[in-house]
C-alpha cells in the first residue's frame, strides 16, 4: 500500500506524493518543482515517475525542473493535449504498473479537451474535474462532456478516496449551501471542513460517497436540487441543470 500525502504549492494547489517503503515516489501535477524537491531530499526520497492530468501551468509547470534532477524519470500525461516534457501520453483504456500498483486512466473531459485521471487501489487522483463540494470551471469541454465526466466518477465505488488538485472545499460549500440549503448532510459536512480549515488542515482527501451527498454537480438528477436551480431558469433535466448550475457558480 503506498503512501499519500501532499506538498503545498503556490496558494490553494495540492501536489500528490506517494511513496513506498523503499524510499521510491512518484508526484502528481507538480506545478512548482521547488517545493517537491525541498520535501523529497528531506526525506531521501526518490523520485520515479510524474503523473500530469491536464495541460495547465499549475499542474505543469515542475515538470522541467524534476527532469533535469531526476533524468531518468517517467513523465506520463494526456494523449490529446500537448504538454512539454512527456514521455508517454495515455488515454482511458490505458494502465501503467508503479510502484507495486496499477493505476488505470480516465478520460475526464470538461476543464480541459483532454483531461485524465488516475485510479488506483480505492484512489482517484482528479486534478481539476471534480472538488470537493464543486467541479472544474469549463474552459475548454462542454458542459455535456463534463457531466458525462462527473458521472464517471459517480459511479466508482463510494469508498473512494478523492485527491483533487486544490483547496476549494470551504468556498464550494459556500455555493453548495445555497443550492441545497435543505440538505442536512451538506451542512453538517460544511461545520467538519470549517473546523478543519480553521485549525489549518486541508479537506482533502474526501470520498466519492461524501461527494454523491453534498455536491450538488454530483446531485443534478436531484429533486431539491433541480428545484433550486429552476427558480433561476427553467430546467427539466440532468443536463440542463448541470448546464445552468454551472453558470450560476461562475458568477456566484
Known amino acids: 500500500m503506498l503512501s499519500v500525502t501532499s506538498i503545498p504549492a503556490f496558494t490553494d494547489n495540492y501536489i500528490w506524493l506517494l511513496n513506498n517503503d ?47 534532477r531526476w533524468p ?11 504538454i512539454r516534457g512527456l514521455t508517454h501520453t495515455l488515454t482511458e483504456g490505458d494502465s501503467i504498473d508503479l510502484l ?15 483531461h485524465i485521471a488516475y485510479l488506483t487501489a480505492g484512489k482517484v487522483f482528479c486534478g481539476d474535474t471534480l472538488f470537493s463540494g464543486g467541479c472544474g ?20 465505488p463510494d469508498e473512494t478516496k478523492v485527491y483533487c488538485a486544490h483547496e476549494y472545499t470551504a468556498s464550494n460549500l459556500r455555493f453548495a449551501t445555497t443550492v441545497d440549503y435543505g440538505n442536512k448532510a451538506l451542512i453538517d459536512y460544511q461545520k467538519n471542513v470549517n473546523e478543519l480549515r480553521n485549525n489549518g ?16 454537480f454530483l446531485r443534478c438528477d436531484n429533486r431539491d436540487v433541480m428545484f433550486s436551480v429552476n427558480n433561476r431558469k427553467p430546467v427539466t433535466n440532468e443536463l440542463e441543470t448541470f448546464t445552468e448550475l454551472r453558470l450560476w457558480k461562475d458568477n456566484f
Not at 100 to 114: K, M, P, Q, Y
Not at 201 to 216: C, D, H, R
Open 22 to 68: 523503499e524510499n521510491q515516489c512518484i508526484v502528481v501535477d507538480p506545478g512548482d518543482a521547488a517545493p517537491v524537491i525541498e520535501c523529497l531530499e528531506a526525506s531521501s526520497l526518490q523520485l520515479i515517475a510524474i503523473l500530469i492530468t491536464h495541460h495547465h501551468a499549475d499542474h505543469t509547470g515542475g515538470i522541467n525542473a524534476l527532469t533535469e
Open 72 to 82: 531518468e524519470i517517467k513523465v506520463y500525461g494526456p494523449e490529446k493535449e500537448n
Open 100 to 114: 507495486g500498483e496499477t493505476f488505470d486512466v480516465l478520460d475526464v473531459i470538461g476543464h480541459t479537451r483532454g
Open 137 to 156: 470551471r469549463l474552459f475548454e469541454g462542454t458542459p455535456e462532456q463534463m457531466l458525462r465526466s462527473l458521472n464517471k466518477l459517480k459511479s466508482l
Open 201 to 216: 488542515l486541508s479537506s482533502i482527501p474526501t470520498t466519492i460517497g461524501v461527494e454523491k451527498a453534498i455536491n450538488p
